[in-house]
């Protein structure tokens, strides 16, 4: 899997608290200089358009303690008029790196043997590797790259095999990750499992923080929708004046995006409808949630945890009953851990759907 990236200017504007300050989308940092005082509160917005919902990664470079709050309406009328809009805003999770880790570290869930899975022998070269290269990865990760070794292509990995899979494929090549292998996204999500430790800058009593916020989208709405994504920062009160570097980037997964309702299923959930969605390529922290929007605002809800993977066709999916979720109308199932995330649009009734090439 890779990631779209779209590096988004955060200006954290100095003037009036109350005056929000636009993120431009150009990849470059801000600095500002913040005079000592009480302590500050600065909101700035940015517009992002599309259906499929994101990540946006803030970066920070501001005192301890500071804390980020973010919500998002959709653009109807024209932006002036979103800005001006008090009510109707859906808060959106953020996460610090140590809650975006531990997000991912649960619940975790596993392949379901006998129901999808691959033929016993592998259909891709195992060949065994020593290389420390492989130490990039820790066991565990190793050991998670295996299972899905062999539900894609069948056999037994051993922790060699894994390691000359990885020399062979990534280790060598220019890209680091290749979108068409269904191994991309999970490796993706490893590499980026561990937390960046805080950095520290006494001369301007400041520390490097980062931030994950989700942002939620309607996969029913048209492609060309416009949301207002407002951020709240609140820097806590100081005796020194300083200088704040802010950065954020927004991340669109690009993995395979399949996934398909059936109403009547068979195997260990028989006879529950169920939903199927490609899964984001790690075992462990994946969440399901199901919104409903009217008009500007999401109006309801609702969060479960998908129950296994079953490999198909080449793809993982996950596999979650959604019975009780099948009330009339449309909604968006987002998938998403503490990292990546994307929405599909499904009628909630049950019959067979497919969406994305499923």
Known sequence: MKYLIAAILVSVSIVEAQ???????????????????????????SVIKGNSSAMVRLILTAPAGTTVKASTIKITGTLAQALATKKGFTS?????????????????????????????????????SSSP?????????????GEALAALYG?????????????????GGA?????????????????QSQPQAARYSPAIATTYQSFTVRVSQDACAPKSTRYLVKFELSIPARNESLTITARATSNIFSGAKAASIKPVS?????????????????????????SKWSAAKRISKSTTEPKDLIPYNG?????????????????????????TNYGVCFELRKRRQKVNGY
Request: aromatic share 8%.
């Open 155 to 171: 056999g037994s990995w051993s922790d060699a095999q894994v390691c000359g899979y990885l020399v062979n494929n990534y280790f």
């Open 19 to 45: 005056s929000p300050a636009l993120l431009s989308v150009d990849g470059r940092p801000t600095t500002v200089s913040v005079a000592a005082g009480a302590a500050t509160k600065r909101t700035f917005y």
């Open 133 to 145: 290269l492989c130490d990039l990865f820790p066991p565990d990760a190793r050991a998670a790259i």
């Open 315 to 339: 793809r993982v999916l996950t596999r979650t009953p959604i019975g009780s979720f099948l009330t009339g109308g449309k909604g968006t199932f987002e998938l998403f851990n503490g990292r």
């Open 92 to 128: 959106l999770q953020v996460l610090t790196e140590s809650q975006a880790a531990s997000f991912n570290a649960s619940p975790c869930i596993d392949f379901s043997p006998g129901e999808g899975s691959a033929e016993p022998e592998a259909s891709i070269p195992q060949p065994e």
């Open 266 to 290: 068979d195997g260990k959930f028989a006879p529950q409808p169920i939903l199927l969605m490609s899964f984001l390529g790690n075992l462990c922290g994946q969440r399901l949630e199901l």
């Open 175 to 191: 890209e680091p990750c290749d979108p068409v292998d269904p191994l991309c996204a999970l490796l993706q999500s490893l590499e």
